[in-house]
């Protein structure tokens, strides 16, 4: 499975950006497998930052950026997305779009997800 993740850049507080991340190399569809983001500032722990739910597509975002943040997919493209608004210069960091078959009840953990992709740079300037 390889994931592609696009959209990151540079963007002032409070303006908006939505990243991608494609899914390919693998037969089983995207509507098994859940997927999901992370994040990693300089000198900070990589973090949850939002999830999606194979099948079913319930969403999780961590508290955070809850109620500025909403992740979506869209099956037919194999392509997740995290729409990212009112952001703020502590989102800054290099976000992650990891995947996995099925679901698992500890997705805050970045051990429960198997496939990682390569990061997309966001960075907000105050």
């Known amino acids: 499975v390889q994931l592609q993740a696009s959209g990151g850049g540079l963007v002032q507080a409070g303006g908006s950006l939505r990243l991608s991340c494609v899914v390919s190399g693998r037969t089983v569809s995207l509507y098994s497998m859940s997927m999901g983001w992370f994040r990693q500032a300089p000198g900070k722990e990589r973090e949850f930052v939002a999830a999606?739910?194979?099948?079913?597509?319930?969403?999780y975002h961590a508290d955070s950026v809850k109620g500025r943040f909403t992740i979506s997919r869209d099956n037919a493209k194999n392509t997740v997305y995290l729409q990212m608004n009112n952001l703020k210069p502590d989102d800054t960091a290099v976000y992650y779009c990891v995947n996995r078959l099925h679901w698992s009840v500890a997705y805050y953990s970045s051990s429960q997800w198997n496939y990682w992709g390569q990061g997309t740079q966001v960075t907000v300037s105050s």
């Open positions: 999606i739910r194979s099948s079913s597509s319930s969403t």
